[in-house]
């Protein structure tokens, strides 16, 4: 069974910083691309930054430079470093494994909300 899960989300003032986990398993992880995804009411869920299973990275411009994307293949686990935050970052946040378009897991999510 895949499960992924994810953990570090909350409340957080402007300006602050925070770190999302997304620990997979049931997968054979080093083969697949992770990402982060985000949603916010009433909005398209957007990618946020993802990570190839390569290493290889892209990122949202709205999160350029203040987001970064790494993942520990020993833990099987993806993180989300999340610096400099802006209300508008507020949103619930999806970590997604994809292995060529042939599988296609998401998490159930975490709230993040950036606001004083």
């Known amino acids: 069974q895949v499960q992924l899960v994810e953990s570090g989300g909350g409340l957080v003032q402007p300006g602050g910083s925070l770190r999302l986990s997304c620990a997979a398993s049931?997968?054979?992880?080093?083969?697949?691309?992770m990402g982060w995804y985000r949603q916010a009411p009433g909005m398209q869920r957007d990618l946020v930054a993802s990570i190839a299973s390569g290493g290889g990275t892209r990122y949202a411009d709205s999160v350029k430079g203040r987001f970064t994307i790494s993942r520990d293949n020993a833990k099987n686990t993806v993180y989300l470093q999340m610096n400099s935050l802006k209300p508008e970052d507020t949103a619930v946040y999806y970590c997604?494994?994809?292995?060529?378009?042939?599988?296609?897991?998401w998490g159930q999510g975490t709230q993040v909300t950036v606001s004083s």
């Open positions: 997604n494994a994809n292995w060529a378009s042939i599988s296609d897991y």
């Open positions: 049931g997968i054979r992880f080093t083969l697949y691309a």
